[in-house]
């Protein structure tokens, strides 16, 4: 059925125009103009996903397994099919098509679990219902039987002789060269000669570290709204972070063709990683069609902790050596990912672990392993930082260990083995742009230091507020002893190892009431970063206007790729500066038709388009745009692509799997309270090359929300699995803590513009780095400051007070999960 | 039940409320007033922050049938609320403020919340909605209805907040995207700009440039990537853009 109204308040175009005032700029790239979206958001306007309203719509919950691993002996649904209001219940039996599983890079999740479950949370069955509380309350009264199997939830039990398979029969590109089904994927690196390096080596570094399992925690929790249509398809509104992925996992599962399966981005709050697998998608439409009423899907905080996949968990070993003069002699590693109960995106967060582990350090003779399993632990797979960040965790508490044993600064020391333009990574692949480590690095240090004690007023109290504990009243400075770290990284941008990473736009060139606007159609999701901000600014710059639309995206238009990798203002950025060039050259044909014979500037001069107007490169003025156009509209679409990549070898690692790299590097400052184990990070200086800063203030807020996801993730932010029956302990915010304005730091930004030839305007993608270097810096600050060995995040106050109060080890150990043997099969 | 209260300065009645709904609940669902966001329903993200009776309260936490006759802002009507208490607070003479100047898109003189925006929106905006798009302290903007409600009771209460009343006033206001520094600037500038409306409200909007200059007093410190006024140092390799200086 189709209804009788439009849906309301799906989508809006964002108008938007470059400032007001007479000291405005043109709007173009270089500045920071305004987000085309921010009056809408501030005001309440703007609809999310969970805004979304139809007539006649029902409401869809989602009822999860309450175990981790268990045979499905069965579901009885017609108690709540019984509850009136309740319009439909579903369960796998009910799927329409012979495919039944979805996956981004391995199609191994069930629509809903058929068999068996997976993991704690897996979806089982759906309800749809007239009022959010009825769906609620009949998914309550839904009845299923499970019958429990031993769990697999470590590197010991997934691949202890005769461990239970997560998955039995495999038959997914990688399940050829795993050593073990319940290894999604390995990839090794192999370069120059670690044994003979290792002799060399005057010093020898080894390490265990543990990452603990990171959410997202985006804000704005799944949600959107399948609309039945006459044709038989269905219209989607949802935030996603790649619409064009979701569709291909969506329309196999509903048994439709991809036409009939219409996407559109939704307002979407915040997305990390988070919303690059499907959550509610394929359940919603397949509650709208069963029903003929618009469906509505909204999770929960507590729902949402099982409705995406978190970053994964790591155990990592690390060895070193150097010489006495500093100079990094070898590297072995071995990175064990914790993915789950099933792939989603871990096979290339395997390869970024393997190929990133060595961190932005020369070093000639590696040997590298990394892995990621399949366990009964919660699915693992995109967050910011992509599998480098567990690594650079433990390669920079490396970096420090190594140069305390050297004697050497721990900053000097970095900076003697740091990477440059002209490096080569280990893979193989020569870093073809600038790579100004040691520069990172230099001015991080260059910082005066923030005063000590500052929680000292005039008055006699101190201001608890800037001291640990803050406003628990947990000190007034006794026991509080500070400490400086440091940490850099480095990031991929785009997507690697030989996916075609491309993207398409759509731009058109009108004139309306007289004035020349730029209409611009891409499929990019805006999760909050500022895309739809840049790509006006684009289109400004190429096309010499000041009024740009931009269209809300959806699968109308061609692709545009993830939302993540830190690549979209490369790549779509990228597509819509090409679409722009060719509707330019268009326009200017046009105009060379219109009026060539009247200007031998026309056919001789450099052109350009600038405030409105086709312009010689000695500036001046040929015809006004609207003129050129009279009343005819150009409009062109474009495909982009950056230079494509290569995979890396199954064997040896090498290849030049990375289009481009990112580097940040962090000093934190923190305030420890020695006796409660309460930790202050004062301040949070940063410093990144961004290659070209196309809208500064946008810049600074990624590298701002990247480096508090650190520091998340360095003293507070951990999803707790309980090891005895792989169940989520903490989903929600009372539990899951993340950083509030009160724990977070000033955060002084230096951003180096130094230009990568290879990419649009010469920009490096800026999402993910400042996420890496946060969480080691912070953690050399606490160890500075205590003393601590420290070897797992984040770090609580026990592993702080362990000490104090006779805990066993858990200051100085890697974890408390029993797997002490990472580094055990070498 | 019927639940009747005040929202936004309006009578409003929302008839079939559930006794366990939220006020929350019946502003997103029953009123239209999608504006207050729910991310977590127990009251720890802050993101459906309205004020009851001029408290900020979180609305997921508030029970429908308690609002009962009560008064409800939310951001919605946040706007309207601060035009009011500017001509509250300042008399009725100010309240007329003259049309903007078409020709430069200045925004009307002597109105406090019309200040000289890049995001040009006519004056529609109160004044702190207008510093957190100047300072980009929007980014997936689903924290910031709540964050706007919350400080603007706060600079309600404390017209020239610290930068540590500033992290005490928003700290049950969870943003996963800011960082939160580029909040902290918008609550700065908001503030600063308060303050000039009110030491000056007949040039407000019209002497930015003669009177301040670029890195004048409303300057939000982090727009030139430093760590703002409570960072301990200011200029680096990083030229962006400045408030006064565009």
């Given at each position: 059925m189709v209804p009788d109204r439009l849906p309301t308040r799906l989508t809006q175009d964002s108008r938007t125009a470059a400032g007001t005032g007479p000291t405005s700029g043109t709007g173009g790239i270089g500045e920071s103009t305004p987000r085309p979206d921010g009056t809408l958001k501030v005001t309440g306007e703007f609809a999310y996903s969970s805004d979304l309203w139809h007539e006649d719509m029902l409401w869809g919950h989602t009822v999860r397994s309450t175990v981790a691993h268990a045979t499905l002996v069965s579901i009885d649904t017609a108690e709540a099919l019984a509850i009136p209001g309740v319009h439909a219940v579903l369960t796998h039996d009910d799927l329409p098509a012979p495919v039944t599983h979805y996956g981004l890079e391995i199609r191994d999740t069930p629509a809903l679990a058929t068999g068996k479950v997976r993991h704690h949370g897996e979806p089982v069955a759906l309800v749809a219902a007239d009022h959010p509380e009825t769906a609620r309350r009949a998914a309550a009264r839904i009845r299923v039987e499970y019958a429990e199997l031993p769990l697999v939830t470590d590197e010991d039990s997934a691949t202890a002789p005769g461990a239970p398979l997560v998955h039995e029969h495999r038959t997914d590109h990688h399940s050829g060269h795993v050593p073990h089904p319940n290894v999604v994927h390995r990839q090794p690196i192999v370069r120059g000669d670690v044994a003979a390096a290792a002799a060399r080596a005057e010093v020898t570094v080894t390490g265990e570290y543990v990452f603990g399992m990171q959410d997202q925690a985006f804000l704005g929790p799944e949600s959107g709204l399948a609309v039945p249509a006459e044709d038989g398809g269905v219209d989607l509104y949802v935030a996603t972070q790649w619409l064009h992925s979701d569709l291909r996992q969506i329309a196999p599962v509903l048994g439709?063709?991809?036409?009939?399966v219409r996407m559109t981005l939704s307002g979407v709050g915040g997305a990390f990683g988070g919303r690059e697998d499907l959550s509610m998608q394929i359940h919603a439409c397949l509650l709208a069609l069963r029903t003929g009423r618009p469906v509505k899907m909204v999770y929960n905080r507590f729902e949402s902790f099982f409705g995406h996949v978190h970053r994964h968990p790591a155990r990592l070993w690390y060895e070193h050596g150097a010489t006495r003069d500093g100079r990094l002699t070898h590297m072995r590693c071995r990175i064990v990912l914790d993915?789950?109960?099933?792939?989603?995106s871990s096979p290339a967060v395997v390869g970024n672990a393997a190929s990133l582990s060595v961190g932005p350090y020369v070093v000639d003779h590696v040997d590298i392993e990394a892995l990621a399993l399949y366990t009964n632990n919660p699915p693992c797979g995109a967050m910011r930082g992509f599998g480098a960040v567990q690594a650079c965790f433990a390669y920079e508490a490396q970096m420090d260990r190594l140069a305390a044993r050297l004697g050497l600064d721990p900053v000097e020391f970095r900076r003697l083995n740091a990477m440059e333009q002209g490096s080569v990574m280990p893979t193989g692949q020569r870093i073809d742009s600038p790579a100004p480590v040691a520069e990172l690095l230099r001015r991080v240090k260059a910082r005066p230091l923030p005063p000590e004690r500052q929680w000292l007023t005039a008055g006699e109290e101190p201001d608890v507020r800037a001291l640990p504990g803050g406003l628990s009243n947990t000190t007034h400075g006794e026991g509080v002893v500070r400490g400086v770290g440091y940490a850099v990284g480095i990031k991929n941008v785009?997507?690697?190892?030989?996916?075609?990473d491309y993207s398409t736009a759509r731009v058109r060139l009108d004139v309306l009431g007289g004035e020349p606007v730029a209409v611009v159609h891409t499929a990019m999701a805006e999760v909050g970063q500022g895309g739809v901000t840049v790509h006006a600014q684009i289109a400004r710059t190429e096309l010499g206007v000041t009024q740009v639309t931009i269209v809300p995206a959806d699968t109308r238009v061609g692709s545009a790729g993830s939302t993540s990798a830190s690549r979209q203002t490369y790549v779509t950025g990228g597509a819509v500066k090409h679409a722009c060039e060719a509707v330019r050259e268009r326009v200017l044909e046009l105009g060379r038709r219109r009026f060539g014979t009247y200007h031998p500037a026309w056919a001789t001069a450099g052109l350009l388009l600038e405030d409105g107007k086709v312009v010689t490169d000695a500036g001046e003025v040929l015809a006004a745009l609207a003129d050129v156009l009279a009343g005819e509209a150009v409009e062109v679409e474009r495909v982009w692509r950056h230079r494509p990549t290569r995979p890396f070898d199954r064997r040896t690692g090498q290849g030049d799997g990375h289009v481009q790299y990112s580097f940040a590097a962090h000093r934190a400052v923190v305030e420890v309270d020695t006796e409660l184990g309460l930790v202050k990070v004062v301040e949070l200086a940063v410093a990144q090359d961004v290659g070209k800063a196309l809208n500064p203030l946008s810049v600074l807020g990624q590298i701002h929300g990247g480096s508090i996801q650190g520091l998340g993730v360095a003293v507070m932010e951990e999803i707790l699995v309980d090891p005895a029956t792989a169940k989520v302990r903490n989903p929600s915010f009372t539990d899951y803590l993340i950083p509030t304005i009160l724990d977070t730091p000033t955060m002084p930004a230096d951003v180096l513009e130094l230009a990568d030839t290879h990419a649009p305007y010469g920009l490096r993608g800026v999402g993910e780095a400042p996420t890496l270097s946060a969480t080691p810096a912070i953690l050399a600050a606490i160890r500075d400051a205590t003393g601590l060995e420290l070897n797992r995040t984040p770090v609580r106050p026990e592993h702080l007070t362990a000490h104090l109060t006779g805990t066993a080890g858990a200051a100085g150990t890697a974890g408390t999960a029993g797997n002490g043997g990472c580094g055990r099969t070498r | 039940m019927r639940v009747n209260f005040t929202v936004n300065g309006r009578e409003q009645s929302a008839d079939?409320?559930?006794?366990?709904?939220s006020l929350l609940y019946v502003l997103r669902e029953r009123l239209g007033l999608p504006g207050s966001k729910n991310a977590c329903e127990q009251g720890e993200c802050g993101s459906c922050t309205v004020r009851l009776d001029g408290v900020p309260v979180c609305a997921c936490l508030v029970a429908a049938g308690q609002v009962e006759g009560r008064e409800v802002l939310t951001v919605e009507g946040l706007a309207d609320h601060a035009r009011r208490r500017e001509s509250g607070a300042r008399g009725p003479a100010r309240t007329a403020a003259g049309p903007g100047d078409p020709a430069t898109g200045d925004p009307p003189a002597g109105a406090p919340w019309a200040d000289d925006s890049p995001a040009g929106d006519g004056g529609a905006l109160s004044p702190v909605q207008r510093a957190f798009l100047d300072a980009g302290a929007?980014?997936?903007?689903?924290?910031t209805p709540g964050l706007l409600v919350a400080a603007d009771e706060m600079l309600e209460r404390n017209p020239s907040p610290t930068d540590a009343d500033i992290r005490e006033a928003l700290s049950g206001n969870l943003c996963r995207c800011t960082g939160y520094e580029k909040i902290l600037d918008a609550v700065r500038l908001a503030a600063a700009r308060q303050e000039r409306g009110r030491a000056a409200p007949h040039t407000t909007g019209t002497t930015r440039e003669g009177a301040d200059?670029?890195?004048?007093?409303?300057?939000?410190?982090?727009?030139?990537?430093?760590?703002?006024?409570?960072?301990?140092d200011r200029p680096n390799g990083f030229d962006g853009p400045r408030e006064g200086g565009r």
């Open positions: 439709l063709p991809e036409e009939k993915g789950g109960a099933y792939a989603s785009g997507f690697s190892e030989g996916f075609d | 079939d409320v559930w006794e366990g709904e929007v980014q997936c903007g689903f924290c200059g670029p890195g004048g007093p409303d300057a939000p410190g982090g727009l030139d990537a430093t760590g703002g006024p409570d960072g301990p």
